[in-house]
């Protein structure tokens, strides 16, 4: 499946995916309010075999064929002392 990444204005290292260019149709108000301006930032073919650095390359397809995009957030910042 093709794939388009784009990058949130608002919030830092906060990315959607969509499996189709430029279309946030499904995306909730809510949640575009609160990222802003999504910028693009790749295109990339995903499969299910495909590495990605911060995600589970099955759970984004599963998250693109159900709800029309997958939102990756930041990792957890770990906790200081640890």
């Known amino acids: ?10 919030r830092a290292d906060t990315y959607v995916y969509l499996p189709q260019k430029d279309d946030f149709s499904e995306l909730p108000d809510g949640l575009t309010r609160a990222l802003g301006r999504l910028e693009f930032a790749l295109e990339f073919e995903l499969t299910p075999e495909r590495a990605l650095a911060q995600e589970d390359p099955q759970k984004v397809l599963a998250n693109l064929k159900e709800q029309g995009f997958h939102l990756q957030l930041p990792p957890p910042e770990d906790e200081p002392g640890t």
């Open 1 to 10: 499946m093709q794939c388009y990444v784009y990058r949130a204005t608002r």
